[in-house]
DNA sequence: TATTGCATTTTGTGCATTCAAGATACACAA
DNA sequence: TTGTGTATCTTGAATGCACAAAATGCAATA
């Protein structure tokens, strides 16, 4: 399936284009002009036509001389694993040390080469990773050799420090000065979640619900345009990502959630972002009891000072 | 000054072990365990040992035969410069291409080789900082080949941003459950803040006031021992350094800063946590006014909602 | 005129080698 | 016993070259 000779850039945008082509509800016939890939995924031709020639593999697009690629059949969601694949290695290996790391079967302080030993991956590979780690904030380089984990608080309290966090920043994001709803994205993440509702939530796997999970908040804090705001939400994804990966997942409360999701997007469309934002603050405050076991409320203080506030 | 020779990693040290040796109150003659900096930095003796060579060539320490390294005066503010002299080349680059970024010299999407040759440095040394900046959030890998710099909002409307930002997390970091003031960091900025009074505001260097400023507020809100917020208070910082470095600064108003840092410590060594809480988001609510011009307070929305919630 | 197909140029990565310097181990002095 | 002096081992950065693949330019075609 899907070209092994591909170079990895090729696959993931191939990934990519396929997602696309599933959302954007284009119809079958369509001509899909390698420029506009190309503009809208910030890369040349080039590998947009490598990517084109993936699809075309998998019946998804068919080529017609001098004409281009046009879209054959809408790609099924099946598509997704056999794509993921070629890209999937590097995110494998960040996985399995960041499994490794959470069980504390890494020591705090490594060296690099013993690493590259441990995880028979050549240094540039790991180095990639380690960044990644690093840019997450749970791993620096030492000043002279070697990279130093950072001590992670056990899972439970880190899960309440995010929500604490979140339950500060997301509300006020709805009510930046720059907040604005773009409806193409507005009705992206309404219908992924409405999808969820209607037995997405029993069917897809746990990574995929993680990120649509995550997707939603991201997009709209996003619409608040305070870059800082956006950075600090997608930081918390990351290390919700890291925590939550191996997690209990309960689909019944995630169905609880996608109604409060679409009910918060409803207040927004009404334009009523106060009560937006407070309903955003309930709902952090509801996902954060069910995280973390809850006590009645986890954070007297907070709450009374935040009324004050 | 300092020993041309020394590898870079040292000269950092002596650098940080020369201001350690001033700030932490040791007497004249004080032995000086090589081991002991090694832990605290992080690093083996060897790099100690070579930095503690630079101190003897500076007159700061003195080495006695087989039996190590003795304190001999308390450095001077003075060594800073002429230390930091070996570490600056990076930084310099790093500021001078922030510099023509910021005042669009440079385009939106560039490649990465254009850049060596555009600053004359080689490809390790660029990507270093390049992933400085991509750490602090204002440049991207692109997906194929080159790099793209995020669009930055103008200095007054990123400033607005991240005013509104910290009214947010940073009173809520003050109330945190896990916050513990820690005596000895106490003491040290509030010496920082005293010094700053007692005419230090006009006879630091700008980088060096911007510095004791943010590692205030690094430090309050570090005792709130929440990653989070210590991560996002860091990364505020990080981008306060680019939009402030070359602003202009109202040596005045830094000095009624600082009587607010210490009426702040105060509150909270006095246990009033609430209060400095409300305090702390008065005093950025002041701040940001200075810096953005202010109008009367905008963002009311803000206010108000902050009040109900 | 816009877009494809293809050829050419440019870029950045992979790899092997070399070397400065950081980590480590151990003998010896205080 | 603790900590220095020093020799040895190991690490990871620098360098240069070859190559895959990304970017770019241009003729051909719908």
Known sequence: MGRSDASELAQQLALRMAEYLRRSGLTVGAHLAEQQFADALKV????VRRALAVLADMGVVVQEPNRGYFLRKIPAASVRPALAEGTGLSEERYLRIADDRLAG???DHVTETALMRRYAMPRRELQRVLHRMEKEGWVERKPGHGWMFAALPDSVEAHAQSYRFRMMFEPAALLEPGFRLVDSEVKRIRRD???LLDGGVHRLSRARLFELGSDFHNTVIGFSNNRFMIDAIQRVNAMRRLLEYRAHYDRERITGQCREHLHL???LEQGSRREAAEFMRKHLDVVREQKT???????DALNTVTAQL
Do not use: A, F, K
Request: hydrophobic content about 20%; cysteine-free; proline content about 5%.
């Open 44 to 47: 040349s031709r080039t590998p």
């Open 105 to 107: 079967r890494i020591e």
């Open 193 to 195: 979640q409405q999808m």
């Open 265 to 267: 997007l409803d207040l």
């Open 293 to 299: 076991g809850g006590g009645r409320s986890g954070n």
